[in-house]
């Protein structure tokens, strides 16, 4: 009787324990079907082992990144095998019949943990999942309640672009971004490489891009474009070093779409070569921020050589489908008063037209030149929505960022488009309504409630034309962001907000239910020691 009343008792005990270290499936972006099966929980310890089918290369890395996720949350590391038979088993595989390549199959029982996607990168989404339900906790054993997971994306490209030019983030930071772009089930990592303030990634044909464009001298402090700090600031990446920033997002199922901005934002690469310039320069790479007047001349034939120059290098280093050449915030005063482009502008038949003046026409045609070279090397271009103005090439994606019209217009010609509206799902603009409480940030307030709330197909749309609706994607520009910690700040937890609107059903997307279920994913931020808007959820750490 006394030993069985101390079974019980050990009993109470042991399943009042149990909650504290029990797996919570409903994370952030939420799976579509969750669904529990039968009792019992799949136990974690010294001996669990990762199976992966042999010879699979992609769910052997899917393996290694699962035995270090669970490492880092449990100080448990399983070991890995390709032998999937037998007991207290986490079984990786990718046999899932499902269209939706990203879809993934969990199921959780006593006995073992099965991960079956569409894809390896399915897989990988369900990798994912698994990791944030696991709570924090310093126990040794580990408990997965039975559970039956069937899970897909909304949209097939969920992506986050990090501003690299106005200022550098090293190797190790960009690391960083992806895995916190890999936490939140995004799968494009856009990758603003240039602008007015600095060039960042080695061109070999064109030395003084990183000797000089990556450089500039000092940086405008705040919002005061009259005070200067003094300090020059700088850096770029090597080719190497680009090539393993695409094998390292590769591994996370992450594309990386690199972005050479033109013709306008290009002030730093005018500093290097000033005869891309319509007046010659010379010019400084840019220490203030905002729109420049100076572009590259559309009417001088090496730039249009330059940009095809620099452009192989970057095919040749990105094998992403797409490249994105910009477009955006081009002023056309420059070519107004060049005679060059003038005569071009007569050459070519540019006139103004009822829709658009002969500067547009102008920026169109160079635009066009540049898409016929891309698509001839078999990729696809993509740009701001500026690339509507003055007529578009045929299989461009726009990046609809100011505002929603640009990627419905889109829409509406057959072009893909992309959401990123200014309003929504710029991450640089503040995160509180006080500002005298933030780090100066760009302009404007964005809400999380606001960024979750986003609904990127417009009911303008017929449902053929929705079809052309990608994805959606948030942009960090980082005038504002002196270091890589700021850029956590204010990517989180915006960033995932954004992922639930790129991969939840909209009829299954409730604000408040979100913020319920943040605090497990602001254990897995805390984990990785990541920055971020604490206030956002009241949470006090
Ligand atoms: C507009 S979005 C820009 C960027 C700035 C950003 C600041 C876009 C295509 N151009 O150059 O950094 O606003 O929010």
Same mark, same amino acid.
Not at 193 to 222: C, F
Not at 355 to 375: G, P, V
Not at 477 to 491: A, D, L, P, S
């Given at each position: ?215 500039? &001298?000092?940086? =405008? $402090?705040?919002?005061? @474009? ?7 600031? %700088? #850096?770029? !990446? ?24 033109? &013709?306008?934002? =290009? $002030?730093?690469?005018? @500093? ?7 007046? %010659? #320069?010379? !010019? ?41 050449? %910009? #477009? ?214």
């Amino acid at each position: 009787i006394f030993l069985g009343a101390l079974g019980l008792l050990f009993a109470t005990f042991a399943q009042a324990q149990a909650p504290k270290t029990t797996a919570n499936y409903r994370v952030v972006p939420l799976p579509q079907e969750i669904s529990n099966t039968s009792a019992g929980a799949f136990a974690l310890n010294a001996q669990t082992r990762i199976a992966y089918p042999k010879g699979n290369a992609a769910l052997q890395k899917d393996a290694e990144l699962l035995a270090q996720y669970l490492f880092e949350a449990t100080k448990v590391r399983p070991t890995l095998t390709t032998n999937a038979q037998g007991r207290n088993l986490i079984v990786l595989s990718a046999t899932l019949k499902n269209n939706n390549k990203e879809a993934y199959r969990l199921d959780v029982s006593k006995d073992r943990i099965s991960i079956n996607g569409a894809s390896a990168a399915g897989t990988f989404y369900g990798i994912q999942t698994l990791r944030k339900a696991i709570p924090q906790t310093g126990a040794q054993k580990l408990f997965f309640p039975s559970v039956t997971i069937n899970d897909q994306p909304r949209f097939g490209y969920r992506g986050a672009m990090l501003d690299v030019a106005r200022h550098f983030f090293s190797f190790e930071e960009v690391k960083t971004f992806i895995d916190i772009l890999a936490l939140h089930n995004i799968n494009r990592f856009h990758w603003h490489l240039t602008d007015d303030q600095g060039w960042r990634i080695e061109i070999k044909k064109y030395p003084r891009l990183t000797e000089v464009s990556s450089m500039r &001298p000092e940086t =405008m $402090v705040g919002h005061d @474009a009259s005070k200067f700090d003094g300090k020059p600031h %700088g #850096g770029f !990446y090597t080719q190497e070093q680009a090539r393993a920033i695409v094998k390292y997002a590769a591994d996370r199922h992450i594309m990386v779409v690199p972005e050479i901005d033109m &013709p306008g934002h =290009m $002030v730093a690469a005018l @500093a290097a070569y000033p005869e891309l310039g319509c007046t %010659g #320069g010379p !010019y400084k790479v840019r220490t203030t921020w905002g729109v420049a007047e100076d572009v590259l001349c559309a009417g001088n034939e090496r730039t249009l050589k330059f940009a095809k120059d620099v452009l192989s290098e970057v095919m040749n280093i990105f094998p992403s489908e797409y490249l994105y050449i %910009g #477009g955006d915030e081009c002023p056309k005063s420059s070519w107004e008063k060049c005679s060059r482009c003038q005569a071009l502008i007569k050459e070519k038949g540019l006139a103004t037209d009822e829709k658009h003046t002969a500067e547009e026409r102008l920026q169109s045609y160079f635009m066009s030149d540049i898409a016929n070279f891309i698509t001839a090397h078999g990729r696809k271009v993509g740009g701001w929505d500026e690339i509507l103005e003055g007529g578009i090439a045929p299989n461009a994606t726009v990046l609809s960022w100011r505002g929603m019209e640009g990627g419905i217009e889109a829409a509406r010609l057959g072009h893909d488009a992309i959401m990123c509206p200014v309003s929504h799902l710029y991450l640089d603009y503040y995160q509180t309504a006080d500002r005298e409480s933030e780090p100066t940030a760009f302009n404007g307030f964005i809400p999380i409630e606001r960024t979750y709330d986003f609904n990127p197909v417009s009911p303008k749309l017929t449902a053929n034309e929705a079809k052309h609706i990608i994805g959606v994607q948030a942009n960090v520009w980082t005038e504002y962001m002196k270091t890589f910690k700021q850029v956590e700040y204010m990517t989180l937890p915006r960033l995932a907000a954004a992922s639930e609107v790129q991969w939840t059903m909209p009829e299954k997307k409730n604000f408040d239910d979100f913020a319920n279920r943040m605090p497990q994913l602001l254990n897995v931020y805390n984990l990785n020691k990541y920055n971020y808007g604490r206030h956002l959820f009241n949470v006090n750490i």
